[in-house]
C-alpha cells in the first residue's frame, strides 16, 4: 500500500472531471434553482431551459440596468453547464449581439472572474445573472476582450451610440 | 413559463417553498440549507472559518479547490469537523417543516390541523429525504446507544447479539439465580466462571450452542477478524490514493475490496475510487449512515445517469453540427486544436524532409 499517501493536495488529478457529483445531483440541483427563479423572479433577469429533456442547456435574459447606456435593452444569453456543476462554472455566451469592454461582440464570450477562476460552488444562476447586470454598467476595462469598446468607454455618449448599431432586439 | 411545466412537475422531490407574507420563517428555512447543493444540510460539517455545509457538499468542493466558497478562506478536508448541533437542528427542523408550512400557507386550515394532528394533516406534504429511510427514529436503543457504533453495514446485528448487558434478561430459558459476591441475577450455569472472572459480567453464550460454533468464534479471533475490531476499522475514513502514482491493479484492489466494478481503463477507475471514498467518508459524518449497499446503489445510478448525459451530450453535438451555424461554432470552439495538429504534422514533415524524401503534404 506504499503508493497510498496521506497527502490530500496532489496536483495531479484523474484526467476525468475531479470532482463529479454525479449527473443525479446536478439534475437536482439545477431543478431547484429553477424552482427559485420562478417562485422569487427579479426583475430584469430570467432562465429557462432550452428544451423539456435537457436541464444542461438554459436560455437567460438580462435588461440592462437603468441609469446606463444599456437602459431599455434586452439582451439573450446561452448557459450551458457542466457535469461537475456546481463545482465548475457554467459557460455562459451573449446570445444578442453586446458591444461592451468585457464581452467580445462575435462571439458573446464574456471574461468575468466569477465565470473563470474566481467561481464557487455557493454561486447559482442567479447571482451570475445579477453580476451579469452590474457588469453592464461598471465594465473591467483593464482587461478588456473588446479593446475598442473599453477605449471609448469613456466618451459614454458615442458609445451609447455604438452599443446600438451592433444591437439586434429578440 | 408556469409552475406546471414538465421539468418543475418532476419536482415534487423539492420542499416547497414558504410564502413572501412570512420573511422570518423564510430566513429561518434558508439558513438551513447548504450553500452548495441548496437544500437542506446533509450530514453537516464545519470548516475552519466556521462556514457550513453537508459533507459531501464541501469534500466536492475542495477537490476542486482549497478555499472555502463562500469566503474564501483556505480550507482542507483534514480540517473538516462533524457540526452535531446543526445536524439535530436540521433534522428537527425537517419534522416542524410541514406543519409550520401548513399554518403560514393556509392560516383557515389551523383548525383542522389542531384537530387530526400534525402527522396525519400533512402526510401527503411531507416529502421526507431518502436518508430518513434507513433511520427510522424509534427503534431499538442500542441503536441509538452510541455514535461509534451505528450501522454501517446490514450485519450489525451481529454485535448487539454479543453486548452482554442487553442479553443478560433474554436468556431466560436457563435458571437463575444470584451471585454470592455481588448480588448480580444471572444464570446459574455462568455463575462460576462470573466467580473466577473477578464478577465481570458474563458474555452470554449464543443461543444454538456447540462446539461448531465455538470453533468458528475462535477460528474468526485468530484470523484477526474479530468482530469488534472489524468494525473499527470499517468506521474509518478512506485515506485517498496517490491517483497519479496508482497503477490501474491497484486502484482495482481498493475497488474489489468494497465489492464495486473493476470495469474500465485507469481514469475511469480512478474516478470511481475518488467517488467511492467522497461517499464513504461523507457517511462517516451523519448521524444517519446509509448502508454500504445504499452507497453502493448510489454510485451506480450517478455513473449511469453521467453515461445517459454524454450519449445525450454526444447526439445534441451531432445535431448542431447539421446546422451551418453550429458548424460555424464548432470550427470556431476547435480552431485551437486545428491549428495545433496542422503544426505538428509540419514539424513531422519537416523532419522527414530533411531525412532526403520530398514528399510535403498539402493541408486544406
Known sequence: MSQFTTVQTSPHKPSVGSADSGGLAVNKRLRKELMTLMTSPTSGISAFPESENNLFKWLGTLTGPEGTVYAGLTFRLSLSFPSEYPYKPPVIRFETPCYHPNVALKTGDICLDILQDKWSAVYSVHTILVSLQSLLGDPNNSSPLNVEASQSWADQTAFKERVLTNYRPL | ?364
Request: positive net charge; hydrophobic residues 30%; proline residues 7%.
Open chain 2, 1 to 364: 413559463m408556469d409552475l406546471n411545466h414538465p421539468l418543475l412537475a418532476s419536482a415534487v422531490d423539492l420542499l416547497p417553498p414558504f410564502p413572501s407574507s412570512h420573511p422570518q420563517i423564510q430566513r429561518l428555512d434558508r439558513s438551513l440549507y447548504c450553500q452548495i447543493c441548496k437544500e437542506l444540510f446533509s450530514g453537516p460539517v464545519s470548516i475552519p472559518c466556521g462556514h457550513s455545509f453537508c459533507s459531501r457538499c464541501i469534500r466536492g468542493s475542495l477537490e476542486v479547490m482549497k478555499k472555502c466558497p463562500s469566503c474564501n478562506e483556505p480550507a482542507s478536508e483534514g480540517s473538516i469537523r462533524r457540526n452535531r448541533a446543526l445536524e439535530e437542528i436540521v433534522d428537527s427542523w425537517e419534522e416542524a417543516r410541514p406543519i409550520i408550512h401548513g399554518l403560514t400557507s393556509n392560516n383557515s386550515r389551523k383548525r383542522s390541523i389542531m384537530n387530526t394532528g400534525p402527522k396525519n394533516a400533512f402526510a401527503a406534504e411531507s416529502t421526507k429525504r431518502p436518508r430518513k429511510e434507513s433511520t427510522s427514529r424509534s427503534v431499538s436503543p442500542v441503536k441509538q446507544s452510541s455514535d461509534k457504533k451505528e450501522e454501517i453495514d446490514g450485519d450489525a446485528d451481529d454485535m448487539i447479539a454479543l453486548d452482554p448487558y442487553t442479553n443478560m434478561a433474554e436468556s431466560s430459558e436457563d435458571v437463575k439465580a444470584s451471585c454470592p459476591l455481588c448480588d448480580i441475577t444471572m444464570p446459574i450455569r455462568d455463575i462460576s466462571r462470573h466467580i473466577d472472572l473477578g464478577c465481570q459480567p458474563i458474555k452470554p453464550r449464543p443461543k444454538s450452542q456447540g462446539r461448531e460454533n465455538l470453533k468458528a468464534d475462535w477460528k474468526k479471533v485468530f484470523s484477526g477478524a474479530g468482530l469488534v475490531k472489524g468494525k473499527d476499522v470499517e468506521l474509518k475514513k478512506i485515506t485517498k490514493p496517490n491517483y497519479s502514482l496508482a497503477t490501474p491493479a491497484e486502484l482495482r484492489s481498493v475497488l474489489q475490496s468494497y465489492n464495486l466494478s473493476t470495469f474500465g481503463d485507469k481514469p475511469a477507475l480512478a474516478h470511481r475510487v475518488q467517488e467511492w471514498i467522497l461517499l464513504y467518508n461523507s457517511n462517516l459524518d451523519t448521524s444517519h449512515p446509509k448502508s454500504l449497499g445504499a452507497l453502493r446503489a448510489k454510485l451506480n445510478e450517478a455513473e449511469a445517469s453521467r453515461r445517459r448525459d454524454k450519449e445525450k451530450g454526444r447526439e445534441e453535438m451531432a445535431s448542431e453540427l447539421k446546422t451551418s451555424d453550429g458548424l460555424a461554432r464548432y470550427a470556431q470552439d476547435t480552431k485551437g486544436e486545428f491549428e495545433r495538429l496542422r503544426r505538428e504534422i509540419m514539424e513531422r514533415d519537416k523532419k522527414r524532409v530533411g531525412s532526403g524524401a520530398e514528399a510535403p503534404i498539402e493541408i486544406e
